[in-house]
């Protein structure tokens, strides 16, 4: 998790700054702002952080901004800060809500010791409600993203703890991974699940109605436009949207879409109105976007506020122990679809699918298992064939378990241990198994396929 934030809110140019450094060498990350309304676009109930603010500033005063703080997130810590004889006001600001108050002019000790329980506090606040979200709410994340290695499950944790705040996402993965299962998965299990899921394939929007497409349009604004229409960031009002493929999106348009993200508001083409935007954006890329960035292709303001939080999702090479795991629930997810009864797949093509390279990730596994169901994969078929002696459970299960521990050999380059860590075993067993299988961890005990 990032450093908390400490948003330090005081009119007063030369106090903010010189209490921001004194923060600062506390070891503290601090934002100083010079007004109430500034910083308010900073609050959202996924923040970690807290509030210092004083408590008379011109325009909006501290007692109404820790009010409007409190409207967007009532756990968010706000500690006041007031001049002498301002004690009275004080004390009514912790009857309405304020974490703590402390009188100027304070010692740098004094506010860093406030300073430090209020995060602690509000890192309680946010962690509980992560408990309570992943306790209080089934999901099925284990099924859409499945895998026991480390590089998935790690995934899934991360997947669960960014649902349960309304950060901005940005997915990045190799063509295949999964990024858009990700994306839905991340919707379906947040506190949006009720509203549109709206995927926009950038590098697929039509140039000449981008703008209608995406902000929607007034009666009139242009020949053709008979009614009102709602665009697509406008339907997904309190939901998520997807920008698919977000590198290929036009560079005009990049800037349009960064003031939506930044503001939070768009408006119709023929029209002068704002419109508030409640939503969330997760972002996906193949390509690299600090390399597009460096080549001119990509805004740096759009990616800087596009990945609040990163999602890298591994490719099938990083996972090869996945594999098996993965063909076969695939291939039941095939039968299902294509409505017909479970197949059964002998070890001989677990094995084989264990070998193999799939550079086109889990969306090439994916055809493999339909090709395999439907029986147009011939050479599939022919090792299904050619394994059919090996009826028994027990050849069955130890055939599977060979082939897993000869992905896990392959897949860490033979090293022993990193394998019998990662599949939760201890030495001696892996040396009895690779005995018992004839694996070499070198070769893992088969031909390596060749080029």
Request: glycine content about 8%.
């Amino acid at each position: 998790m990032k450093q908390p934030l400490v948003l330090l809110v005081d009119d007063e140019d030369e106090l903010r700054r010189s209490t921001a450094q004194s923060l600062d060498l506390s070891g503290f990350k601090v934002r100083d702002l010079a007004s109430a309304e500034r910083t308010l676009d900073l609050i959202n109930p996924g923040l970690n952080g807290i509030v210092v603010t004083d408590i008379r500033m011109p325009g909006m005063d501290g007692m109404t901004f820790m009010g409007r703080v409190h409207e967007i997130d009532a756990d968010i810590p706000v500690i006041i800060t007031t001049g002498h004889g301002d004690v009275q006001l004080a004390v009514k600001a912790m009857r309405e809500g304020a974490y703590d108050f402390i009188e100027k002019p304070f010692t740098t000790q004094n506010l860093a010791a406030v300073v430090r329980r209020a995060l602690d506090w509000r890192s309680l606040i946010l962690e509980n409600r992560l408990l309570r979200a992943v306790a209080g709410k089934r999901d099925d994340i284990e099924a859409r993203l499945p895998g026991r290695t480390q590089a998935i499950i790690d995934l899934r944790y991360r997947l669960r703890a960014v649902a349960a705040t309304d950060a901005d996402v940005l997915i990045i993965g190799d063509t295949g991974t999964g990024k858009e299962v990700a994306a839905r998965a991340l919707h379906d299990i947040s506190s949006r699940a009720s509203k549109p899921f709206v995927a926009i394939n950038c590098a697929a929007l039509p140039a000449a109605l981008i703008e209608s497409e995406l902000f929607g349009h007034e009666a009139g604004a242009f020949p053709g436009a008979i009614r009102s229409r709602y665009g697509k960031f406008e339907h997904a009002r309190g939901g998520t949207i997807l920008l698919d493929e977000i590198g290929m999106m036009p560079d005009d348009l990049q800037i349009k879409l960064l003031r939506v993200i930044q503001e939070r508001v768009i408006t119709r083409l023929g029209s002068n109105e704002s419109i508030p935007l409640d939503v969330r954006f997760v972002a996906t890329s193949k390509a690299d976007l600090q390399a597009e960035v460096a080549a001119g292709r990509f805004r740096p303001d759009l990616l800087y506020r596009l990945n609040v939080v990163t999602l890298r999702l591994p490719p099938l090479a990083a996972r090869r122990e996945d594999i098996p795991l993965l063909f076969l629930q695939l291939v039941r997810e095939a039968a299902a679809r294509y409505r017909l009864e479970e197949i059964d797949v002998p070890p001989h093509v677990i094995a084989d699918v264990s070998r193999q390279e799939w550079p086109g990730n889990v969306r090439e596994l994916r055809n493999a298992a339909d090709r395999y169901v439907l029986g147009i994969d011939q050479r599939m078929n022919e090792d299904a064939l050619s394994g059919a002696a090996l009826s028994g459970l027990a050849d069955r299960v130890a055939d599977f378990e060979k082939s897993v521990i000869s992905g896990s050999l392959l897949a860490h380059g033979g090293s022993l241990k990193a394998v019998y860590e990662s599949l939760g075993i201890s030495r001696k067993t892996l040396y009895d198994k690779m005995r018992r299988y004839g694996l070499d961890k070198n070769l893992s005990g088969y031909d390596l396929p060749q080029d």
